[in-house]
């Protein structure tokens, strides 16, 4: 009993009220970091986005787009009506328009809380031993000895051009180059793509390039 006692000098509801404690703490570090950051972040965007040469090459975008998608422009002065209506709040130009902003602000208000109801939920800044013990491999399409795997495919490829289509191949690479579906027009049994493939596995120690016209 005093043995354990000296070990857990705290109860389990005690001990992890205190493991709560510090944990929310070291978020609340985070989160002010994370906020200082972003403030930064957000001036040093700000002046970028104020640059005139920016400002200029968006307009002349923006303009390009709507005169291709009448859609985007409709969209785009919904946007800045919206800005206006929440920036000036009463000056508007007649009670029709009012009536008409305030039906739009909803109908986006509802779209922007349905959207937000489809965002994943954000993980906890701080895991906990188990789910940093985690790890997950994956090994799919992994490669252990490259040059083993380049010389099985090599010979999968000697394997299938026999010596008479080598030969042509040779001949008709020397008449027309690298124009490949005139090579492979007089091969019936290969594609393009099989002679494109044949002449750059080959093409250091088998293809006579010096007899090119």
Request: proline share 5%; with cysteine.
């Amino acid at each position: 009993s005093s043995g354990i006692n000296a070990e857990w000098p705290l109860r389990p509801g005690e001990y992890l009220w205190k493991k709560k404690l510090e944990t929310d703490q070291k978020e609340r570090v985070l989160a002010d970091e994370y906020s200082s950051k972003y403030v930064v972040w957000r001036e040093k965007l700000k002046i970028l986005e104020e640059n005139p040469k920016r400002q200029k090459d968006l307009q002349q975008c923006r303009k390009y787009f709507e005169s291709m998608f009448p859609t985007i422009k409709r969209k785009l002065e919904q946007e800045e009506r919206f800005n206006r209506a929440r920036s000036w709040g009463n000056a508007v130009r007649s009670e029709a328009e009012l009536a008409e902003i305030v039906e739009q602000l909803n109908e986006h208000q509802e779209s922007e809380d349905k959207q937000l109801e489809c965002v994943a939920p954000i993980p906890p800044m701080i895991l906990n031993p188990v789910d940093r013990g985690r790890r997950f491999y994956n090994e799919n399409g992994r490669t252990f000895d490259p040059m083993e795997e380049h010389k099985h495919h090599m010979q999968i490829v000697s394997h299938i051009w026999t010596e008479a289509e080598r030969q042509t191949f040779k001949e008709k690479f020397g008449q027309h180059g690298k124009v490949f579906h005139k090579i492979a027009s007089h091969i019936p049994t290969k594609t393009v793509a099989q002679c494109i493939q044949f002449y750059y596995f080959s093409k250091k120690k088998k293809v006579p390039t010096a007899t090119l016209r």
